[in-house]
């Protein structure tokens, strides 16, 4: 999954994948986001998903999907 942090309304990309991964556990996950604050970098760490900040290079976002689904 390739998911931005703000969704609609109170949902956010760590929520989402959550839920999906409580349907599918093994399903790999990025998240995106464009929010700089510290606190959205400890969220994810905390979760285990990688967080890639916008603008994200092609080059970066490539990687992080071949990592994503080799580990």
Known sequence: M???FRLRGDDNGLKTIETIRNI???TPAILISG???PR???EA???GIELLNKPVLASVL???IIQALHS
């Open 40 to 42: 959205r970098l400890r």
């Open 24 to 26: 599918y556990p093994d």
């Open 62 to 64: 490539e990687q992080a």
């Open 45 to 47: 760490q905390q979760a």
């Open 35 to 37: 929010d700089t604050e």
């Open 2 to 4: 390739l998911v931005d």
